[in-house]
């Protein structure tokens, strides 16, 4: 059974730092891209980040103004997100996100591209 587990989400004041994790177990995703996603209350789901099997390509939401980073750990078949600067309106729910295939390009910002999801962590910025 495929399993995609975040960690590392919490409460902290805005203008500091988090430090998500997903750690993935029942299948290597040896080529694929993976993912985060965030969803706010009353709001769609939306893109963050997305990196590549490499390591060497990332995408990542016009809105986050260089303000988070994504990381993978192959040997480990785990991802991270650093998220730095973060402001209220960062506070959602954050979900990490794997392929079963391997190709890259654009579409990789869309949630359908993604076909094994985790069960998401809470991120809350105070003002």
């Known amino acids: 059974q495929v399993q995609l587990v975040e960690s590392g989400g919490g409460l902290v004041q805005a203008g500091g730092s988090l430090r998500l994790s997903c750690a993935t177990s029942g299948r290597t995703f040896s080529g694929s891209p993976m993912g985060w996603f965030r969803q706010a209350p009353g709001k769609e789901r939306e893109f963050v980040a997305a990196i590549r099997w490499s390591g060497n390509n990332m995408y990542y939401a016009t809105f986050l103004k260089g303000r988070f980073t994504i990381s993978r750990d192959n040997a480990k078949n785990m991802v991270h997100l650093q998220m730095n600067s973060l402001k209220p309106e960062d506070t959602a729910i954050y979900y990490c996100?794997?392929?079963?295939?391997?190709?890259?390009?654009?579409?990789?910002?869309?949630?359908?591209?993604?076909?094994?999801w985790g069960q998401g962590t809470q991120v809350t910025v105070s003002s």
């Open positions: 996100a794997a392929a079963a295939g391997k190709l890259w390009g654009p579409f990789v910002t869309g949630p359908n591209t993604y076909n094994y």
